[in-house]
């Protein structure tokens, strides 16, 4: 067994956008578990648009990663020694090890994995991992959508958004994307199945964006599945019908303050005109949904209904570029770092 383990830790808060000069890698001995404890190795690490707030020290949902931490993350991992009595070496688990080759655990908000599931044991991070659990949540508890309703999801084809529109048109939905780039919207249109996807980066403004919304629901928006806000936001908000609801689930483009910010009374004066219902939801208030989620979505990833798209970076070190890459649109589906092999 290696006797070392490397981590990447938060060397500095960013105050726009993280820089390299956020991150450092260490190296050190390999820890050994202590009683009520195991050690596990890093086979897949998950990226999430989450983590630019843990670098950051505002007041959140959940407390920042402190100078020096390692970065938090939920991993794909397997046991390599344990003293803890519900975990064996060899078992494979699903566990918040952070940025690392390596981690310690006493079990909390770990789940287990059961390899005769058959799935790829990445897929345990995105489509049948916490951002699929997100989509479904978002779609089914947040937004109740209807059949024969019309829904606008953002970050169409990234982790959670590419499963909201799949679900969406599942359920008999009309599904327009929005997403960045043209070979985005044409993945969406032609593997995913959405009905249109509009360029957000090829529009000059929200104005124009909105009316490309207009021509693709004429009638109007039902439901917005809301990933990113920005120009994205304005957009959607004149077109939405009276009564519409939106689920807002991330706004990644004021995440490093980059984007302008949406003017309040245009944005409280469309939710107070329009009689919008806006519900925030984090997935970590709702794990109780994942057995049903679980349910529905496995067996139509096993036979192949529902599609999803991985980009993949190799190695630990290469982690903070995948992650500012991915901040920017850089990713193409579920972003992943491969830290370790798969078992044999
Ligand atoms: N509430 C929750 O519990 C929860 C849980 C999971 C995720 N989320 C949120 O859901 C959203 C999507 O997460 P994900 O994991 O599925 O990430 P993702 O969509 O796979 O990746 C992020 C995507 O955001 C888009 N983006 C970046 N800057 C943008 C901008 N200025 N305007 C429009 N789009 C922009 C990019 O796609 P394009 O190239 O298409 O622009 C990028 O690929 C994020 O906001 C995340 O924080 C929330």
Same mark, same amino acid.
Not at 27 to 37: C, K, R, T
Not at 86 to 103: C, I, M, R
Not at 186 to 200: I, K, N, P, Q, T
């Given at each position: 067994?290696?006797?070392?383990?490397?981590?990447?830790?938060?060397?500095?808060?960013?105050?726009?956008?993280?820089?390299?000069?956020?991150?450092?890698?260490?190296?050190?001995?390999?820890?050994?578990?202590?009683?009520?404890?195991?050690?596990?190795?890093?086979?897949?690490?998950?990226?999430?648009?989450?983590?630019?707030?843990?670098?950051?020290?505002?007041?959140?949902?959940?407390?920042?990663?402190?100078?020096?931490?390692?970065?938090?993350?939920?991993?794909?991992?397997?046991?390599?020694?344990?003293?803890?009595?519900?975990?064996?070496?060899?078992?494979?688990?699903?566990?918040?090890?952070?940025?690392?080759?390596?981690?310690?655990?006493?079990?909390?908000?770990?789940?287990?994995?059961?390899?005769?599931?058959?799935?790829?044991?990445?897929?345990?991070?995105?489509?049948?991992?916490?951002?699929?659990?997100?989509?479904?949540?978002?779609?089914?508890?947040?937004?109740?959508?209807?059949?024969?309703?019309?829904?606008?999801?953002?970050?169409?084809?990234?982790?959670?958004?590419?499963?909201?529109?799949?679900?969406?048109?599942?359920?008999?939905?009309?599904?327009?994307?929005?997403?960045?780039?043209?070979?985005?919207?044409?993945?969406?249109?032609?593997?995913?199945?959405?009905?249109?996807?509009?360029?957000?980066?090829?529009?000059?403004?929200?104005?124009?964006?909105?009316?490309?919304?207009?021509?693709?629901?004429? !009638? +109007?928006?039902?439901? %917005?599945? =809301?990933? #990113?806000?920005?120009?994205?936001?304005? *957009?959607?908000?004149?077109? $939405? &019908?009276?009564?519409?609801?939106?689920?807002?689930?991330?706004?990644?483009?004021?995440?490093?303050?980059?984007?302008?910010?949406?003017?309040?009374?245009?944005?409280?004066?469309?939710?107070?005109?329009?009689?919008?219902?806006?519900?925030?939801?984090?997935?970590?208030?709702?794990?109780?949904?994942?057995?049903?989620?679980?349910?529905?979505?496995?067996?139509?990833?096993? !036979? +192949?209904?529902?599609? %999803?798209? =991985?980009? #993949?970076?190799?190695?630990?070190?290469? *982690?903070?570029?995948?992650? $500012? &890459?991915?901040?920017?649109?850089?990713?193409?589906?579920?972003?992943?770092?491969?830290?370790?092999?798969?078992?044999?």
């Amino acid at each position: 067994m290696t006797e070392t383990m490397k981590r990447i830790v938060l060397a500095s808060r960013p105050p726009g956008k993280p820089g390299p000069e956020n991150f450092r890698l260490e190296e050190e001995p390999l820890p050994q578990p202590g009683p009520g404890e195991f050690l596990a190795r890093v086979i897949w690490l998950s990226l999430d648009p989450y983590m630019r707030g843990r670098m950051s020290a505002a007041k959140s949902y959940a407390k920042p990663v402190e100078i020096g931490e390692t970065m938090t993350a939920g991993c794909v991992a397997e046991v390599i020694a344990s003293n803890h009595d519900g975990y064996a070496p060899g078992d494979l688990v699903v566990a918040p090890l952070g940025w690392a080759t390596h981690g310690i655990s006493d079990g909390t908000l770990v789940q287990k994995i059961d390899p005769k599931a058959g799935a790829p044991l990445s897929a345990y991070l995105g489509v049948l991992g916490m951002p699929g659990l997100t989509a479904w949540v978002g779609l089914n508890d947040i937004l109740e959508a209807k059949p024969g309703e019309t829904i606008v999801v953002s970050a169409a084809t990234g982790a959670v958004g590419s499963l909201v529109g799949q679900l969406a048109r599942l359920k008999g939905m009309t599904v327009i994307g929005v997403a960045g780039g043209a070979d985005k919207c044409r993945y969406a249109v032609e593997e995913l199945g959405f009905d249109a996807c509009l360029d957000h980066r090829a529009a000059a403004d929200a104005k124009e964006l909105g009316k490309q919304i207009a021509a693709a629901a004429p !009638d +109007g928006v039902e439901c %917005y599945f =809301e990933n #990113v806000g920005g120009k994205t936001l304005e *957009a959607v908000l004149p077109n $939405m &019908k009276t009564f519409g609801r939106i689920a807002l689930c991330g706004m990644i483009a004021w995440y490093s303050g980059a984007e302008n910010p949406a003017p309040a009374p245009v944005v409280w004066g469309a939710i107070l005109r329009q009689r919008l219902r806006v519900e925030g939801f984090i997935i970590f208030d709702r794990y109780d949904r994942q057995p049903a989620f679980v349910a529905e979505v496995a067996p139509r990833v096993a !036979d +192949g209904t529902i599609h %999803y798209r =991985e980009t #993949v970076a190799e190695g630990l070190e290469n *982690a903070p570029a995948a992650f $500012m &890459k991915m901040l920017e649109g850089g990713n193409f589906g579920k972003q992943l770092v491969r830290i370790g092999a798969d078992p044999a």
